[in-house]
């Protein structure tokens, strides 16, 4: 059998020969996704919104009162 990439492991190629042709699945029912809006799904995001402005504020506070 052919090897893969490092040498140690099966060629990929030969492995997966009898699916590797197939059709990639499109849904019938769903409508393609834009790619703004799936490159959305994966933008950064905070996940703690409001966070450091708390934060800034309990500083503002606390440096007050010293």
Not at 15 to 37: F, K, N
Not at 38 to 45: G, H, I, T, V
């Amino acid at each position: 059998m052919a090897q893969g990439i490092k040498g140690r492991e099966p060629d990929p190629r030969i492995l997966y020969a009898d699916i590797i042709d197939l059709p990639h699945h499109q849904s019938a029912t769903r409508p393609r996704m834009s790619l703004h809006d799936r490159a959305a799904q994966f933008s950064p995001f905070s996940a703690l919104t409001g966070f450091s402005d708390m934060i800034s504020e309990e500083t503002r506070k606390t440096d007050g009162k010293a």
